[in-house]
T-cell receptor, first 115, second 111 residues
Framework: KAGVTQTPRYLIKTRGQQVTLSCSPISGHRSVSWYQQTPGQGLQFLFEYFSETQRNKGNFPGRFSGRQFSNSRSEMNVSTLELGDSALYLC??????????????FGPGTRLLVL | GESVGLHLPTLSVQEGDNSIINCAYSNSASDYFIWYKQESGKGPQFIIDIRSNMDKRQGQRVTVLLNKTVKHLSLQIAATQPGDSAVYFCAENQAGTALIFGKGTTLSVSS
C-alpha cells in the first residue's frame, strides 16, 4: 500500500498570505489528522476529519481550517499567515481515527516558511 | 547499555549497545501508547505500540514497557545501529481524544 502523501513538500509564503496544504491518506483509511511541529512546541494536534466531518479540534485560532473530501483526501488552509506559522505540517491517517485509539501513520510533512 | 532517567533530550550510545529511552505520560486515563521514530526531513514513523492492559510488548529489536502506576513508558532498542539515529517520540491516546506527544529524545549512535 502506498503511504500517506502530502503536497507540496516545501512552501515559502509572506505574512498576510494564505496557504492550502493537501494530504492523501493510506487507501482505506477514513480518518485524517493534522499536526503542527515546531522546535519550541513540538507536535501539536490541529484537527481530525472523519467521513468529511471535523470530529476533533485542537487549540489553534480560526485562521487554521480544514476539510475532507469524499475520497478521504484532506486539505488544510491557513489564512492571514504570521511568522509564527512557520512549521512542519504533518498529516496522519488511520482507519477509524481517534475514536478507536489506533495507530496513526504519518506523511512526510509540508515545510512552510513564512517571511 | 545506556539509559535515560525521566526524559532527557539527547542520548548518545555506541553501536551495539542497548538503548533505553524513557517517557512520562500525563493522562492516567490514556489507554493506548505509541513510540514513533522521526528521521531528519521525514514524518514520524511508527515503531511499536502498547495498550494499557499490557505491561510489555516486543517487536524486532525493540521492547516497550508500560508502568501505569507511575505513568511511565520506556522504549528499549537492542544492539543499537547507526540507522537508529533519530528523534524518538512517545505518544499517548485516550479513545476519542487527540494523540499527545512527548518532547522527543534525540538518539545519536556512533560507530
Amino acid at each position: 500500500k502506498a503511504g500517506v502523501t502530502q503536497t507540496p513538500r516545501y512552501l515559502i509564503k509572506t505574512r498576510g498570505q494564505q496557504v492550502t496544504l493537501s494530504c492523501s491518506p493510506i487507501s482505506g483509511h477514513r480518518s485524517v489528522s493534522w499536526y503542527q511541529q515546531t522546535p519550541g512546541q513540538g507536535l501539536q494536534f490541529l484537527f481530525e476529519y472523519f467521513s468529511e466531518t471535523q470530529r476533533n479540534k485542537g487549540n489553534f485560532p480560526g485562521r487554521f481550517s480544514g476539510r475532507q473530501f469524499s475520497n478521504s483526501r484532506s486539505e488544510m488552509n491557513v489564512s492571514t499567515l504570521e511568522l509564527g506559522d512557520s512549521a512542519l505540517y504533518l498529516c496522519a491517517s488511520s482507519q477509524v481515527g481517534l475514536a478507536g485509539a489506533e495507530t496513526q501513520y504519518f506523511g512526510p510533512g509540508t515545510r512552510l516558511l513564512v517571511l | 547499555g545506556e539509559s535515560v532517567g525521566l526524559h532527557l533530550p539527547t542520548l548518545s550510545v555506541q553501536e551495539g549497545d542497548n538503548s533505553i529511552i524513557n517517557c512520562a505520560y500525563s493522562n492516567s486515563a490514556s489507554d493506548y501508547f505509541i513510540w514513533y521514530k522521526q528521521e531528519s526531513g521525514k514524518g514520524p514513523q511508527f515503531i511499536i505500540d502498547i495498550r494499557s492492559n499490557m505491561d510489555k510488548r516486543q517487536g524486532q529489536r525493540v521492547t516497550v514497557l508500560l508502568n501505569k502506576t507511575v505513568k511511565h513508558l520506556s522504549l528499549q532498542i537492542a544492539a543499537t545501529q547507526p540507522g537508529d539515529s533519530a528523534v524518538y517520540f512517545c505518544a499517548e491516546n485516550q479513545a476519542g481524544t487527540a494523540l499527545i506527544f512527548g518532547k522527543g529524545t534525540t538518539l545519536s549512535v556512533s560507530s
